[in-house]
């Protein structure tokens, strides 16, 4: 079953972080549209119009308008990129590139330990048992 939920869980995980960062990954996979009243970016791929959601329930979630096709962002991302393996790799080095602007600002003081995005999604340590569950309480947690 770990296996099994393994693949999904990262996935979601990955589309999470994406959203997350999406007001740099759009620009960064469909450069030179534009964002509209700060709740959508507009830009073309291949001469397609494509329209991708910055806020809300349905950020993320793009239409190309040329094609009649639409999806989230991590098919946004394969359509563009061809596979989502340099999603990871985008995401570990802007995390990388935060964690050294917050210890240029003295944020992350010494000793602190950070964890990078690929360290994060590649974790398959096991689920801590639930004090009150289901994930309402687990150990360690608050």
Same mark, same amino acid.
């Given at each position: 079953m770990k296996s099994m939920y393994g693949g999904f869980? !990262?996935?979601?995980? &990955?589309?999470g972080?994406? +959203?997350?960062?999406?007001?740099?990954c759009v620009p960064y996979l469909i450069p030179n549209g534009n964002f509209y009243r700060e709740r959508t970016y507009v830009g073309n791929f291949d001469g397609?119009? +494509?329209?991708?959601? +910055?806020? =809300?329930?349905? *950020? =993320? @979630?793009w239409r190309n308008f040329t094609k009649g096709i639409s999806g989230d +962002?991590?098919? $946004?991302?394969?359509?563009?990129? =061809?596979?989502i393996n340099s999603a990871k790799k985008w995401?570990?080095?802007?995390?990388?590139?935060?964690? !050294?602007?917050?210890? *240029? @600002? /003295?944020a992350i003081k010494k000793?602190?330990? *950070?964890?990078?995005? =690929? !360290?994060? $999604?590649?974790?398959?340590?096991?689920?801590?048992?639930?004090? &009150? /569950?289901?994930?309402i309480l687990t150990s360690g947690g608050f």
């Amino acid at each position: 079953m770990k296996s099994m939920y393994g693949g999904f869980m !990262q996935r979601k995980e &990955i589309k999470g972080l994406l +959203i997350d960062n999406i007001k740099e990954c759009v620009p960064y996979l469909i450069p030179n549209g534009n964002f509209y009243r700060e709740r959508t970016y507009v830009g073309n791929f291949d001469g397609n119009t +494509i329209t991708v959601k +910055i806020v =809300g329930k349905e *950020a =993320g @979630k793009w239409r190309n308008f040329t094609k009649g096709i639409s999806g989230d +962002i991590i098919d $946004l991302w394969t359509l563009v990129k =061809g596979d989502i393996n340099s999603a990871k790799k985008w995401l570990n080095t802007k995390n990388t590139e935060k964690l !050294q602007n917050k210890e *240029a @600002k /003295g944020a992350i003081k010494k000793g602190e330990k *950070a964890f990078s995005v =690929g !360290q994060y $999604l590649n974790d398959k340590s096991p689920m801590p048992k639930d004090v &009150i /569950g289901p994930r309402i309480l687990t150990s360690g947690g608050f």
